[in-house]
């Protein structure tokens, strides 16, 4: 069965401070993942997507990771802000219209 | 450069009524895809088109759902009757093409009494 699976479920950080979000998938055939950010209210917004190929992907503070091999993605937020408190969705593409979203893990950056 | 436009961002009803929801998806764009979000399941694909034709309704939870798009520029998803199940955010989002990343409108949250 296709899944998508991350961890933690939520994290809460202080401000200033790094942090890594894992997502493992099983989905096959594999074509891209992607990371979204989900504000509280609002519609995901992408951030990165990496092909099979790719093994890393930076968005200013985002930095998307891949490993195909073991079927495993991070993000990592460098730096982190205020207003990096936000839901974020990893997504995997069978190679077609249809995605499998994970159930999110959701960042609470404190000042 | 508007983005994929939603209405009504809110939505309370009774039980039986007929819910329309509405999605203005980006110009130019030629996929569009309605989700539905729960906190326990997160993001489903409910149907997906593609040039306005729905090329994959399965996602749809039964007959009490439908989906259409009469042109580029517009898409509606009804619910009819209502029930407290359907209770959820409902996401449109379209693409340039369908594996390019999604861009999504800002939701409309229904709440079925």
């Known amino acids: 069965k296709n899944q998508v699976e991350q961890s933690p479920q939520s994290l809460i950080i202080l401000e200033g401070k790094n942090c890594t979000l894992q997502?493992?998938?099983?989905?096959?055939?594999?074509?891209?993942l992607r990371w979204y950010k989900q504000d509280t209210g609002r519609g995901p917004v992408s951030l990165t997507i990496?092909?099979?190929?790719?093994n890393t992907k930076s968005n200013g503070r985002y930095t998307a990771t891949l490993d195909a091999d073991t079927k495993q993605s991070s993000l990592h937020i460098t730096a982190s802000q205020l207003s990096d408190s936000a839901s974020y969705i990893c997504?995997?593409?069978?190679?077609?219209?249809?995605?499998?979203f994970g159930t999110g893990t959701r960042l609470k950056v404190l000042a | 450069d508007a983005g994929v436009i939603q209405s009504p961002r809110h939505e309370v009803t009774e039980m039986g009524q007929e819910v329309t929801l509405r999605c203005k998806p980006i110009?130019?764009?030629?996929?569009l895809f309605w989700y539905r979000q729960t906190m326990m399941r997160g993001l489903e694909l409910l149907i997906y088109?593609?040039?306005?034709?729905?090329?994959?309704d399965s996602g749809m939870p039964e007959d009490r759902f439908s989906a259409k798009m009469p042109n580029a520029s517009f898409s509606t998803l009804k619910i009819q009757p209502s029930e407290p199940r359907d209770s959820a955010v409902y996401f449109c989002?379209?693409?340039?093409?369908?594996?390019?990343?999604?861009?999504f409108g800002d939701g409309t949250r229904l709440s079925i009494l």
């Open positions: 989002a379209s693409s340039l093409v369908e594996v390019q990343p999604q861009h």
């Open positions: 997502c493992n998938y099983t989905v096959s055939p594999f074509s891209n």
């Open positions: 990496m092909t099979f190929s790719e």
């Open positions: 997504v995997v593409s069978e190679g077609t219209y249809k995605y499998i």
């Open positions: 110009s130019g764009h030629n996929s």
């Open positions: 088109f593609n040039n306005n034709v729905p090329i994959d």
